[in-house]
């Protein structure tokens, strides 16, 4: 089956401390998360490296997202916001849709502190990944028959990341609880270069 492709950018951060290696979490944590599920296909942050700089600190347009994901025809993008007020962290998800032009879901939290952060992120990333893989299937899907209380089937669990994905994500967590000293690109990829605009 063809995989869906999806562009993860990094979430625009609104706050007077410097929070870019949570920032650089995050966006690993997306990535990593949204690639461990065998039906999706997360394009490399080096595709995208022109477009984040081109839009530092700023909310890119529809026109700028459609024009993107059409270039790497992408079916999706995952973008947001992160807002630090005192101890409260409020993070904005959205996924557009290159298709439609429409971002087909929004989603928001609250958070206290960073170790409040990390579930809500993975909240967020379950309700993506479910929007994602039902946009693709839902077409070629037969109609169903409404199944009956004594019928009815359990609820699919989301597929569980291997071992590969689990260790890079806990570097990733790692990297963010100790304030950032580390290399998030490294740790998604190896062999990508230090010197990358990511870092």
């Excluded at 998800?93 to 990390?118: E, M, P, R, W």
């Excluded at 071992?163 to 190896?190: A, C, D, H, L, W």
Aim: overall charge positive.
């Amino acid at each position: 089956m063809e995989k869906v492709s999806v562009i993860v950018l990094p979430l625009s951060v609104h706050s007077s401390e410097n929070l870019d290696y949570i920032r650089q979490g995050v966006w690993d944590m997306l990535s990593n998360r949204l690639s461990a599920n065998e039906k999706i296909q997360v394009i490399s942050k080096e595709s995208v490296s022109e477009f984040v700089k081109k839009y530092e600190g700023k909310e890119p347009g529809s026109r700028d997202l459609q024009d993107l994901g059409k270039k790497l025809n992408a079916d999706y993008i995952v973008w947001g916001s992160m807002t630090k007020i005192g101890n409260g962290i409020s993070l904005d998800c959205k996924l557009f849709q290159v298709s439609s032009t429409n971002t087909s879901l929004y989603l928001s939290a609250q958070a206290q502190g960073l170790d409040d952060v990390i579930p809500k992120i993975g909240g967020s990333i379950q309700s993506i990944t479910a929007k994602i893989i039902g946009k693709q299937t839902t077409a070629a899907s037969p109609p169903t028959i409404p199944a009956t209380p004594a019928t009815a089937m359990p609820v699919a669990k989301p597929p569980v990341p291997d071992s590969g994905s689990i260790n890079r994500e806990s570097q990733i967590i790692q990297n963010m609880k100790s304030g950032g000293k580390g290399t998030f690109t490294s740790v998604i990829n190896p062999n990508s270069n230090a010197s990358t605009p990511f870092n």
